[in-house]
């Protein structure tokens, strides 16, 4: 990983925008502006909050979603929303790991969750493109084609709607694919906003530009925002990667980065949806636009705030989608990251093993749209006092540590180094930065994290993330200060833009 990084020359092509937000209105809900007081208070409204919070009123519970920035443009903003069980070489390793029944669970969880999001999409006629279609998951090299059989039977024991193909129905070469029936994709943002509608009204509340701050475990508790404070019974934090350090979360999960790209083929194009079993993957699908449909092509994965040039990884996904199709034009790019467990396995339940009242979902490991529906489902089942058939896989609280502990203890190992490297590695000098590039510099014998852009103008600011202290880095593609320990991005102004930091970075004033 490197700290310091001159920009590239290469641009990505098209616009620096999500598909989703470019095509749907901006939101205005208010924000928290006096003290109130609901059941259930849910931070974050991406796709976990807005379905829980919606779940929960229709129980006839108050509802109040806090979000820091507008809803629905966190990571969920910036997904290509593949609505499938189908999450890349996934049942055979659950078999390893958890038994057949936990596999089953798994598989029956996001089958299921793929019937809700039907069902919903029915019940409030919501226009938002969902189509049902197939996933494949295929294999880009000969390499891969054992483990995808492994993984086909792993599947078909589950009783998952699967068939293996000698080659996946792409315009280029592949090596063998797993057919899954009956998928879906949709629009994700107008899907959720038409959901969102449903919330405010009678005791329940979606506030914006709202950050949570704190969470006073009482009884009920208080919700310390920006704005003042949230009394509620329960409390689900659904702010993606949760900012409240007991639950260590931080230690058990790892963010990573994927890139997009909108792109337009003279091809004829496959309307199907494929992943493929190469890590880090590369997946496709299209969206239909008054302009014909879109590609939407993924990929180039690389763990937050550890990539040397964050913009050679479009440039690489460039190169994949110019070797593979018959580009006439790439439209968009945009990136985001998720979170993943360190058994693969997303933590949907109790905050702790001992928190009576405070809920979690996180780590959807790049499969959120079914994994937000299936937390919906868990936490408003443990909410309202129902059992659910997969709270125990799911639960946060458990600890493989036996075969687990392994990568446990790496990654933390891992992040110790980067908290010590960014420490102990000697500042650039403060003239060494030229036009669009950042640095962490010496100032007067203090560290400096400084961006000079396009006129010239300095922006400084500490590069200690309030998280818990790493030095950030820089992502020349983005143009933010990401953090390698767990995921926390600034802007270069410092000011948050991704949890679980909850505070800007410091602000410098440095003269040239
Ligand atoms: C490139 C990419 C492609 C993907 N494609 C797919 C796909 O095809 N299919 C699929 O199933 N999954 C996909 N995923 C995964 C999926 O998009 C995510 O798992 C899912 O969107 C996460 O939803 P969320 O609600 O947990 O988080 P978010 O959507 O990020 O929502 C969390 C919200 O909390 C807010 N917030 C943060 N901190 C605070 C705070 N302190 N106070 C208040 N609010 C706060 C944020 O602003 C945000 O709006 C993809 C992921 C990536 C990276
Ligand atoms: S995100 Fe944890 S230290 Fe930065």
């Not at 929960?56 to 929303?81: C, F, H, M, P």
């Not at 302009?291 to 763990?303: C, N, R, W």
Request: aromatic fraction near 10%; include cysteine; glycine fraction near 8%.
């Amino acid at each position: 990983m490197e700290k310091n990084v001159s920009e590239s020359k290469y641009e990505p092509p098209g616009r620096a925008e999500s598909f989703w937000i470019a095509t749907t209105p901006e939101t205005e809900y208010p924000s928290l502006t006096e003290n109130v007081s609901v059941d259930v208070a849910i931070l974050g409204g991406g796709i976990a909050g807005i379905t829980s919070a919606l779940f929960l009123k229709k129980a006839g519970l108050n509802v109040a979603v806090i979000e820091s920035q507008r809803i629905i443009k966190g990571v969920t903003g910036y997904t290509t929303a593949h609505i499938t069980s189908a999450h890349n070489l996934i049942y055979d390793y659950l078999i390893d790991h958890f038994g057949k029944d936990g596999a089953q669970q798994y598989a029956d969880a996001n089958q299921e969750a793929i019937e809700r999001i039907a069902q919903l999409v029915e019940e409030h006629n919501i226009d938002c493109d969902f189509r049902r279609t197939s996933e494949y998951i295929y294999a880009e090299s000969k390499e891969d084609v054992e483990k995808l059989g492994r993984e086909f039977e792993a599947a078909k024991s589950l009783g998952l709607p699967v068939s293996y193909m000698d080659a996946a129905p792409l315009p280029f070469k592949t090596y063998g694919a797993i057919h899954y029936k009956n998928q879906a994709q949709f629009h994700p943002r107008k899907y959720l906003l038409s959901l969102a509608k449903l919330i405010p009204g009678n005791g329940s509340f979606i506030f914006e530009n709202t950050r949570a701050l704190d969470v006073e475990e009482s009884e009920p508790h208080r919700i310390k925002t920006d704005r003042g404070y949230l009394i509620a019974k329960n409390v689900i934090i659904a702010t993606h990667f949760p900012f409240l350090n007991q639950g260590m979360f931080f230690a058990r999960m790892e963010p990573y980065r994927s890139y997009v790209l909108g792109v337009r083929i003279a091809d004829e194009v496959p309307e199907e949806m494929f992943d493929s079993s190469k890590d880090p993957s590369h997946y496709i699908r299209t969206q239909p636009t008054p302009d014909g449909l879109l590609v939407i092509v993924g990929g180039e994965d690389h763990p937050t705030g550890h990539a040397a040039n964050t913009v050679e990884h479009y440039e690489r996904l460039e190169q994949f989608a110019r070797n593979h199709f018959q580009i006439k034009s790439i439209d968009y790019h945009w990136s985001t990251q998720d979170n993943y467990s360190f058994d693969k396995v997303p933590f949907i339940g109790r905050f702790t093993p001992g928190s009576k009242h405070l809920y979690v979902a996180t780590a959807f490991k790049g499969w959120g749209m079914t994994h937000g529906m299936v937390a919906a489902t868990i936490l408003s089942d443990l909410i309202l006092g129902r059992s659910n058939p997969y709270q125990e896989l799911y639960n946060p609280g458990r600890y493989k540590l036996l075969t687990t502990g392994g990568k446990l203890i790496t990654q933390n190992i891992q992040i110790a180094e980067t908290l010590l490297k960014g420490r102990l590695s000697r500042p650039e000098k403060f003239s060494s930065i030229n036009i669009r590039e950042a640095k962490v510099v010496d100032v007067k014998g203090e560290e400096v994290a400084v961006y000079k852009d396009d006129k010239g103008n300095i922006h400084a600011v500490s590069p200690a993330c309030t998280h818990m202290g790493c030095i950030v880095s820089w992502n020349s593609a983005e143009k933010s200060w990401d953090c390698p320990c767990h995921g926390s991005r600034f802007n270069f102004n410092g000011e948050v833009i991704h949890s679980p930091a909850v505070k800007n970075l410091e602000r410098k004033e440095i003269q040239e």
